[in-house]
């Protein structure tokens, strides 16, 4: 979009109402009743579509007469994004552990300001982003380290009470089966009858596995060959109750399920960006790569994107294409639009 022909006006209102941050730097929307032009992503109050003009730059705004909003202040997009950028960047290459005024500093923002906007893009706080790739760092040093004692030196750990501190919970299955591959896990499950159809749900004793939508035994034996297959007993009848209520209604959080994934260091990155996704939002697959420090991994991003098991809980039907257009889903594009339009209704 390079002039306010081109602009797509279809697409860019449904881009508005789905605050959609992909679309930020794309075009600007013009409020003419109230004379501001502001963000696609823009949180305040959506203005009836009658009022709405679209422009492609702020510049063309302002030449309608239109100043910018002190809100979402759509002039700084792209000074915001290279500010993430460095800031990022400081940490993969430098060390940093996410010090906020430290990095707040070398990208000229306030504290308090860089915090939102980092936050805003990327799903996490500085801190929190240096965590999880310290966490990535340690899923790799498993994947390459014949002896989980070599992993956690490998990965920067100081000793390995620091390692488990830091990975309690993280990698779902055990560092030693997480190194070998998951063999010898005893995986449950069952089928369970939705609205969205049949749904296939599956757990280890640490959290759920999988959940897809018409497949049964022969598809969770073809994603899981090494592991022990058993139907689902009682015990895990309040776990699947969970999943079902998310997925009738997955405007709910569901990060208090927990979860057992296994996948390559940067699948477990993609995942971990997905479920950060608020529900109701989209994002595309440029907007993840860039929100991961790697804004030219779109294609690898959509490929972990496909790779993921857990469906709903890992949110991937909330990425779509860079047009606004839906884009492809394993489970089919109805499944993925019900979905979106269920987050849709707060």
């Known amino acids: 979009m390079n002039d306010s ?12 109402c789905r605050r959609d941050r992909s679309f930020d730097g794309r075009f600007v929307t013009g409020v003419l009743s109230t004379g501001i032009y502001c963000r696609p992503s823009c949180a305040a109050r959506h203005p009836a579509r009658k009022n709405v003009r679209f422009f492609a730059t702020s510049e063309d705004a302002k030449a309608a007469g239109l100043r910018a909003c002190k809100r979402c202040l759509p002039d700084d997009v792209g000074r915001d ?21 430290e990095l707040a500093e070398i990208t000229g923002y306030s504290p308090t300001h860089f915090q939102r906007i980092f936050k805003r893009a990327t799903g996490l706080s500085p801190a929190a982003y240096a965590r999880a790739l310290r966490e990535q760092k340690a899923r790799e040093a498993l994947s390459r380290s014949a002896q989980v004692t070599d992993a956690f030196y ?7 009470s620091r390692f488990y501190e830091a990975m309690k919970g993280k990698l779902g299955m055990q560092a030693s089966d997480w190194s070998k591959g998951g063999a010898g896990i005893t995986i449950h499950w069952q089928l369970i009858n939705t609205s ?41 009848t309040e776990l699947f109750e969970a999943v079902v209520k998310i997925v009738e209604q997955p405007q709910l959080d569901s990060k208090h399920i927990p979860l057992d994934v296994k996948g390559t260091a940067f699948q477990q990155r993609v995942w971990a960006q997905l479920r950060q ?17 790697q804004p030219s991994a779109s294609r690898a991003v959509g490929g972990a994107n496909g ?17 606004g257009t839906l884009g492809g889903y394993a489970y089919g594009a109805q499944i993925k639009e019900e979905l979106l339009k269920r987050e849709a209704k707060e």
């Open 5 to 16: 022909s081109a602009i797509d006006e279809t697409i860019a209102w449904a881009a508005v």
């Open 81 to 101: 994004e290279a500010a993430v950028l460095a800031a990022i960047a400081e940490i993969r290459d430098r060390g940093t552990q996410g010090n906020l005024a």
């Open 196 to 236: 969205l159809g049949s749904m296939l749900v599956a757990a280890t004793q640490k959290g759920v596995c999988c959940l897809s939508f018409n497949e049964g035994e022969a598809e969770l034996r073809a994603r899981f060959p090494k592991a022990a297959l058993c139907e689902a007993g009682h015990a895990f």
């Open 277 to 293: 996704i608020p529900a109701g939002e989209t994002r595309s697959y440029g907007e993840l790569a860039a929100a991961l420090g």
């Open 307 to 323: 790779a993921n098991n857990i469906a709903v809980l890992i949110p991937c039907h909330r990425v779509i294409q860079a047009d």
């Open 154 to 160: 490998d990965a920067g750990f100081e000793a390995p």
